[in-house]
């Protein structure tokens, strides 16, 4: 049996917003797994926010470049929103993604020579110079053959259009009308920041997230009065259903348009089509949010202070 900490805890009831005592009990019931924690709140309908499990704690920015037919997005993490405000560290941010248009991978951005020295270095020299631990995290490139490279970029810094908290990429291939195309490639950007898609088809949809999904639901069944005593054949009927909708809210094509809920982005891509002359297909996308995934140790500020001065709290 795992030993459930109290930081542990903390953590499960900082991505849930469900209550200590609930936490402590998930965790016991999944031998300390976070993750599998936050499944088992899910199910038991206990977690207020189940998308808040993937909060974003780490600090940064995100930068785009664009070029004729391909543009580029990456994220230069932080430790405080402070230094995220830093003239330097925004440069670099910029810098970095300039040059992630002239290479294929994070690891060739990173061996790439910025200023007399490698990517890799100049982070490290950012870190002397700033004092934090930054990171360029990763990055992404996007091509189209014929089409256009759109972009949008939210909670922009001011007067820098493109480094900001979510970027977004949208690569359309087709060969008709350029500003058609520009114009709605900018507002499929503008939803993808906003809906936050997991993919582009069902079928891109990694199986042990389709899994994972379906086990949540799952369990949600045996908890539902209303699933009581009915035959599997139903039950089954019933995850189908609700499977269908986790699709519909997930696939970038099945969402509902949010600049018009209703149609889908497949309708409204095929709308674009005619207003562009030629067929429009979504090649592919990227979405950048600051910090996803980072988990950021939180600190007790007033201990820390009271450790500075020799006080104790």
């Not at 069944?221 to 519909?248: S, T, W």
Request: contains cysteine; aromatic residues 4%; negative net charge.
């Amino acid at each position: 049996m795992a030993e459930i900490t109290a930081a542990l805890v903390k953590d499960l009831r900082e991505k849930t917003g469900v209550g200590m005592m609930d936490c402590k009990k998930a965790l016991a019931e999944t031998n300390g797994d976070l993750e599998a924690a936050v499944d088992w709140l899910r199910a038991k309908g206990l977690s207020k926010a189940a998308k808040k499990a993937d909060r974003a704690a780490a600090e940064g920015i995100v930068a785009i470049a664009l070029a004729a037919d391909h543009g580029t997005v990456v994220e230069l993490n932080s430790e405080t929103d402070f230094v995220a405000r830093n003239a330097d560290f925004q440069k670099a941010a910029g810098d970095f993604a300039k040059l992630a248009l002239v290479v294929d991978t994070h690891d060739a951005l990173l061996d790439s020579v910025h200023e007399g020295q490698k990517v890799s270095e100049a982070v490290t020299q950012l870190i002397a110079t700033i004092g934090e631990n930054i990171t360029l995290r990763r990055s992404a490139k996007l091509k189209v053959d014929n089409g256009v490279i759109a972009a949008y970029v939210h909670s922009k810094v001011d007067g820098q259009d493109h480094l900001g908290r979510i970027a977004v990429l949208v690569a359309l291939e087709s060969t008709g009308d350029k500003a058609e195309l520009e114009s709605f490639g900018k507002k499929l950007a503008m939803h993808i920041a906003s809906a936050n898609p997991l993919a582009l088809s069902e079928a891109d949809i990694p199986a042990d997230r389709v899994e994972r999904e379906k086990a949540v639901l799952l369990e949600q069944l045996k908890e539902d009065p209303k699933a009581a005593g009915k035959p599997q054949q139903v039950l089954d009927k019933m995850i189908e259903g609700r499977m269908r909708k986790f699709f519909e809210e997930s696939v970038l094509t099945k969402q509902a348009f949010v600049l018009n809920p209703d149609q889908t982005v497949e309708a409204a891509v095929a709308e674009a089509a005619k207003a562009a002359g030629a067929p429009v297909t979504i090649k592919s996308f990227v979405r950048f949010g600051v910090g996803e995934g980072v988990e950021k140790k939180a600190d007790d500020f007033a201990a820390e202070v009271a450790a500075m001065s020799g006080q104790k709290t």
